[in-house]
């Protein structure tokens, strides 16, 4: 890129580099590439132009692509392990909220308690004080459930869905509304075995973990022997035996090459006298078609729940759900549903939708520590009699008060980039201002305009930042760079002046990727 901006041969210095891309590549968020977005900035802008609503019929992601995506590297797993694990979770901010918190209703950034109390409330490992958009799937499950209970009879059930879409949270509630039921309908309560399958030393432990629930005399760690031992078990008639609940999260960690553990592991809610409820958890929607085939010609097919990517209005509602507990609200209607919606287009994962929300609170941290460096800088000017305290920077360190949609826009940059914002932020400065000049023009009705008009739009910009202009045959030259990189449309005609130039990227993507510099920003406003 910058080889070509030279070949314009304009003496222009290279662009200030912008927050957004000061930040980038400082994210552990390993997005796959293929999961790119348009912009954040066309979402900026459309969730601008619709009020902010959010469009419930934005393009969902089906949980089938999760098939490549199925978390089996170690790392993530490790990771995911802890942050599955019920017994980490940490509780929801809302009870331990310091009474300072609660009787203030607007927020305060500058309070490092309730900024924490904030960022805790978005943690993932935070237990939501509900878990909602999931009332179906919980249904469905809970249901099945009860069937079995009630008649005293086995089954097995496969749960399935792309990464964050709240199978292991929605199991958790599920476990405590079954074992609540059993109470009020005076039923014996299950045995509950609920594990992460990666957390097994091997793949076959999982057969002694559900036989030593039963605490038999004689226990073995051998396989073969648990797994003789518990189908001896199912085969016999025993009717003081209770029923028991297996939760497998990540089943996938099961396969092996022989896929003798999972068939195996199916297997054992087919003898006659088990009383073995199976629910398995893990990514792929097909599993159960492509491990299990003996299990369907058997027609003991596990039942399938799936849990759909969340759409926009689902994260939405998630997000207000978890904020809910803190008194004062913290983000901008307008930011969490940017959020929502680029989160959507991509996956549906809560987890990154939880993950960018809190980048958007640094980020605004981060505004906040800069406005103080910046008025200290001022005030000690003023001290040494230099200039007056009244600077732009003090009179918005007052302003800020919530997570505004700018913040979310940089917080989403760390996690989606659009090629398109790496060109324009990388490009030189004056090239940037006709970028800039040519959003300016083109925010009425207008559509494309002459080389002579841009240039007269340029010169206001240039004028109004005291930033010296480059003549008009240099500017001229620097379009057809611009035209070049397929940011700029540029018309035939004899004359220079009167060739027809257009826009041929989304504005929005020019304002996302300008709005990381001041100066742009003030341009843009
Ligand atoms: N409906 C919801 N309400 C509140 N928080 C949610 C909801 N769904 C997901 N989350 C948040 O997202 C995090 C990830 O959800 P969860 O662990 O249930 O995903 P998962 O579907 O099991 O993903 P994976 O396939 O990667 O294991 C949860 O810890 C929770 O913080
Ligand atoms: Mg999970």
Redesign the pocket.
């Known amino acids: 890129m910058p080889s070509i901006a030279k070949r314009g041969g304009s003496p222009i210095s290279p662009a200030p580099k912008s927050l957004p891309e000061a930040l980038a590549g400082s994210d552990g968020d390993s997005t796959p590439q293929k999961r790119k977005l348009r912009s954040h900035a066309s979402a900026v802008a459309a969730a601008l132009r619709e009020g902010g609503a959010v469009d419930p019929a934005a393009k969902r992601v089906s949980p089938r692509r999760c098939l490549n995506q199925s978390?089996n590297t170690p790392p993530k797993r490790i990771e995911?392990a802890v942050?599955?694990k019920p017994s980490k979770l940490k509780k929801s901010p809302a009870k331990g909220l310091p009474d300072s918190l609660v009787a203030d209703s607007k927020w305060n950034p500058r309070d490092p308690q309730q900024m924490s109390a904030a960022k805790e409330a978005l943690h993932?490992?935070?237990l939501?004080p509900s878990?909602?958009?999931?009332e179906n799937e919980q249904k469905m499950i809970v249901d099945f459930c009860k069937g079995c209970i009630e008649h005293g009879k086995a089954g097995s059930l496969y749960i399935c869905?792309c990464?964050?879409?709240?199978?292991?949270?929605?199991m958790e509630k599920v476990k405590e509304l079954l074992l609540h039921w059993t109470q009020e309908a005076g039923l014996q309560q299950p045995e509950v075995l609920a594990l992460n399958c990666t957390s097994l030393s091997s793949t076959s432990e999982i057969f002694s973990k559900i036989l030593s629930k039963y605490q038999l005399p004689k226990m073995t760690n051998n396989r073969t022997s648990a797994l003789q031992q518990l189908q001896k078990l199912y085969s016999e008639k025993q009717q003081s035996r209770k029923m028991m609940l297996i939760i497998a999260d990540?089943l996938d960690y099961l396969i092996t090459k022989d896929r003798a553990v999972l068939h195996d592991l199916f297997m054992l809610t087919t003898f006659p006298f088990s009383k073995c409820i199976l629910v398995g958890i893990a990514?792929a929607i097909d599993l159960a078609d492509r491990f299990l085939p003996r299990l369907q010609s058997l027609n003991c097919k596990p039942t399938i729940v799936t849990?759909r990517a969340y759409s926009p209005v689902q994260i939405v509602r998630?997000l207000h759900?978890?904020l809910k507990v803190l008194p004062y609200p913290v983000f901008q209607p307008h930011a969490l549903e940017l959020c929502a919606r680029k989160v959507a287009a991509a996956s549906g994962d809560?987890?990154k939708a939880?993950c960018i929300c809190r980048g958007a609170i640094d980020m605004l941290e981060m505004e906040l520590q800069e406005s103080t460096r910046s008025t200290n800088l001022s005030m000690h000017d003023e001290e040494k009699g230099q200039q007056a305290v009244t600077t732009p920077e003090f009179s918005k360190l007052q302003e800020i008060d919530a997570v505004r949609i700018d913040h979310m826009v940089l917080a989403l940059s760390r996690t989606f980039r659009s090629p398109v914002v790496d060109t324009i932020q990388i490009l030189p400065q004056h090239q940037q201002i006709i970028l800039c000049s040519a959003v300016k023009l083109f925010r009425g009705r207008q559509k494309d305009t002459t080389v002579g008009e841009l240039y007269k739009s340029y010169l206001d910009v240039c004028k109004s930042t005291h930033i010296p202009a480059a003549g008009f045959l240099e500017f001229s030259s620097m379009c057809r760079v611009l035209n070049d990189q397929g940011l700029l449309k540029l018309g035939q005609s004899r004359e220079d002046k009167l060739r027809r130039i257009a826009l041929k990227v989304d504005e929005a993507d020019i304002t996302f990727a300008l709005q990381g510099v001041r100066f742009f920003r003030n341009c843009l406003q």
Do not use: H, Q, W
């Not at 878990?131 to 999931?134: D, E, I, N």
């Open positions: 978390p995911k942050a599955d993932v490992s935070t939501p878990v909602s958009c999931r869905g990464p964050g879409t709240g199978k292991s949270l929605s990540e990514n849990f998630i759900e978890r809560m987890r939880l």
